[in-house]
């Protein structure tokens, strides 16, 4: 495996192929609506239970876990990247996990901190990137890259930091949109100007990841035990199912060596 360990100061000024300020101020601005379930996070707010059954199963499933528990994550430690208001950082840690919520954007991690108290809930958010975690030496049992790597202008490279965060023997999990002419129609023609369940400007379709570059991207990381599972909405219930459709939204799951 290669060695791409880094220092402290080499994390702290990390080039931004990783990271779009851009990005960082579209997020901020709207930071203020992370846990209104009918404002500008909608459609994550309708998303998150398919995405916590995916991530408590796969989870489960690779340390040999019963998942029919109150706490089926006690004991892990979880890290999430790109973790905005807390909206997965809030539920993993009620089934147990022991997690870390990271976000470059001020605004978001405040608004997480403060929406986790008013919950009684003990979660460690940090204003901080993924190459600050790597050159601290911070290793956890799992790492969730949830709607995030469709909005950094290099996924790879992104991608191979977020592996040094994964100790060996560790689960890596990720979602993202697939680069297709369904999903340009669906979530940005319809989703952001159609419906305005999002800002205009919220995704850029030439950094959605189609499967086979996350796969390949994966396995250039030494990743291994790659799978994929798609996500589709139905517009009648406003429900999401897990299955083989990968031609919009999709998740996938991948194993660090031990």
Request: glycine share 8%; with cysteine; proline share 6%.
């Amino acid at each position: 495996m290669p060695n791409r360990t880094m220092t402290q100061a080499q994390a702290h000024n990390a080039p931004d192929n990783t990271l779009d300020p851009e990005e960082i101020k579209l997020f901020s601005r709207i930071a203020d609506e992370w846990w209104d379930p009918l404002g500008k996070f909608r459609p994550l707010h309708q998303l998150n239970p398919i995405r916590l059954t995916y991530i408590r199963d796969k989870i489960c499933h690779h340390f040999q876990i019963e998942k029919r528990t109150a706490a089926p994550l006690k004991g892990l430690k979880v890290l999430d990247i790109g973790c905005g208001g807390g909206l997965l950082c809030e539920p993993m840690t009620r089934m147990g996990a022991d997690v870390t919520g990271v976000d470059p954007a001020e605004r978001s991690i405040k608004a997480a901190r403060a929406h986790a108290d008013d919950m009684g809930l003990k979660v460690d958010y940090r204003i901080s990137r993924a190459e600050e975690l790597v050159g601290a030496g911070e290793l956890f049992d799992v790492v969730v890259n949830m709607e995030v790597i469709e909005h950094v202008p290099d996924m790879p490279a992104f991608l191979n930091i977020c592996t040094d965060l994964v100790r060996p023997g560790g689960l890596m999990l990720a979602s993202t949109l697939n680069r297709t002419v369904k999903s340009y129609g669906l979530a940005i023609i319809g989703a952001e100007y159609i419906l305005r369940w999002l800002p205009a400007g919220t995704h850029q379709w030439e950094r959605f990841v189609t499967p086979d570059e996350l796969k390949k991207a994966m396995l250039d990381a030494s990743l291994v035990d790659i799978e994929q599972t798609g996500m589709s909405y139905h517009p009648l219930t406003g429900n999401w199912t897990l299955g083989s459709d990968l031609d919009v939204n999709y998740l996938a799951s991948a194993k660090k060596p031990s």
